[in-house]
């Protein structure tokens, strides 16, 4: 029963490949999340040990497609809008997270984290993190259930509050690459939006995931790890994938033709957004679920609001 619903959902992810009314179009990336997660809650994920690799690998994948049709000069322009915003707003996130885990006396270790996840790239900076701290697996749990609620919210809210409050493609793309967490959530709620706001979103959250280099120099130095152990932990954790990025929105810029298949290349490029929100989906659990806990969800809660309200009005009335 469980493997065959799996792979019916699966297969409603590959609605992208095929031309769709814009409306229908538009709900795929965040119809495929709820639907990874009531699989998950009800049946569970009968293939967890294959889609847990999977998903980054899509994520990845679909990523550096995505570069393919995006032209290197617009890809700079989307990226450097967005900079010294994230410069601030990342130093204003590490700093209130650091009084509000006092102040509700959360572990330090996992106020750490739900406060790299929500300043950074949600799940992937808090893996980078947590590999430097040596974060125990339960502290690991709470930021990633943390992070995965309100990624999972922000899909669905963002393009619905973007057209209540009058943003254009490319001020929404700002927003939610400043304000959600995860690359693909990122790309799924810019995807409902639009594709001008697709792109723009993709190379905002990009441009600040780069962040993830310095911050996580930093914490291990202000953790006495060495240069030599900082590096070896952390190799593994930076999603290097973005250099490839670059390089094939480089190409597409050097070789104009390529362009003309930039429609299909989106299209294949949101499918596996689609697919990997699908499988984030699925590896969510009620265990994970119930060691949330309410005061990390507070610190989590707390935080999104004040990057998503300051992100706003940066975007909206600069």
Same mark, same amino acid.
């Given at each position: ?32 999340? $709820? ?32 570069? %393919? ?13 967005? %900079? ?15 009084? $509000? ?58 393009? $619905? ?18 304000? $959600? ?11 409902? *939006? ?26 291990? *130095? ?38 003309? *298949? ?10 596996? %957004? ?45």
């Amino acid at each position: 029963m469980a493997k065959a619903v799996f792979f019916i959902l699966a297969a409603l992810c590959l609605a992208p490949l095929f031309k769709l009314p814009t409306e229908i179009a538009a709900a795929v990336a965040p119809a495929a999340l $709820i639907l990874g997660t009531i699989l998950a809650l009800t049946l569970g994920n009968p293939y967890a040990a294959q889609t847990k690799p999977l998903q980054k690998t899509l994520l990845q994948a679909a990523v550096v497609a995505l570069g %393919f049709s995006m032209d290197i000069n617009k890809v700079i322009q989307a990226g450097s809008s967005g %900079f010294l915003f994230s410069l601030a707003s990342i130093s204003a996130v590490f700093i209130i997270g650091h009084f $509000i885990t006092k102040a509700l006396k959360i572990r330090p270790v996992t106020g750490l984290l739900v406060s790299t996840g929500t300043a950074i790239c949600g799940g992937s900076a808090i893996a980078a993190i947590s590999s430097v701290v040596d974060a125990p697996e339960e502290d690991i749990s709470v930021a990633i259930g943390t992070v995965f609620i309100l990624n999972a919210v922000a899909l669905i809210l963002f393009p $619905i509050l973007g057209h209540t409050l009058g943003l254009t493609q490319h001020q929404f793309g700002i927003w939610a690459g400043i304000a $959600i967490h995860d690359v693909a959530s990122v790309a799924g709620a810019g995807t409902a *939006y639009g594709p001008e706001a697709l792109d723009t979103a993709t190379a905002v959250k990009l441009s600040r995931v780069l962040f993830l280099i310095p911050i996580t120099a930093i914490v291990a *130095y202000f953790n006495h790890r060495t240069k030599t152990e900082t590096a070896e932990k952390s190799k593994v954790q930076i999603p290097w994938f973005i250099g490839l990025f670059i390089l094939a929105s480089l190409a597409r810029t050097a070789f104009p033709p390529i362009g003309e *298949y930039a429609p299909i290349i989106k299209q294949v490029a949101s499918t596996g %957004f689609a697919l990997s929100l699908f499988f984030i989906g699925t590896a969510l659990s009620k265990k994970a679920l119930k060691s949330v806990g309410i005061r990390p969800l507070i610190l989590g809660i707390v935080l999104w609001i004040f990057i998503s309200v300051a992100a706003f009005f940066a975007v909206k009335f600069t």
